[in-house]
Nanobody, 115 residues
Framework: QVQLVESGGGLVQPGGSLRLSCAAS????????MGWYRQAPGKQRDLVAS???????NYADSVKGRFTISRDNAKSTVYLQMNSLKPEDTAVYSC?????????WGQGTQVTVSS
């Protein structure tokens, strides 16, 4: 059974940086696509960034140039480097593994951007 565990969230001041990690277990990580999503209070969950099994990346317009998604297949981990954080980036961030009839989510990690 696939399990995803996120870490790295927290409280950061505007303009600061955080790096989120999502470690996968119970599967052959390298063959799957990975995504980071976020959900702010009262809003729907939206895609932040995704990375294919081949390393192709995609970003929401709101984070382009500030966030970077990457993966380390040897560690079965996907990362989200977040720079120049803004208060509107505050949300619960969740990772997703998908492909080949697999679609699993992590439990989420809170990111709060506030002075």
């Amino acid at each position: 059974q696939v399990q995803l565990v996120e870490s790295g969230g927290g409280l950061v001041q505007p303009g600061g940086s955080l790096r989120l990690s999502c470690a996968a277990s119970g599967t052959i990580f390298s063959i799957y696509n990975m995504g980071w999503y976020r959900q702010a209070p009262g809003k729907q969950r939206d895609l932040v960034a995704s990375i294919s099994s081949g390393g192709l990346t995609n970003y929401a317009d709101s984070v382009k140039g500030r966030f970077t998604i990457s993966r380390d297949n040897a560690k079965s981990t996907v990362y989200l480097q977040m720079n120049s954080l803004k208060p509107e980036d505050t949300a619960v961030y969740s990772c997703r593994i998908y492909g080949f009839s697999t679609n699993e989510w992590g439990q989420g990690t809170q990111v709060t951007v506030s002075s």
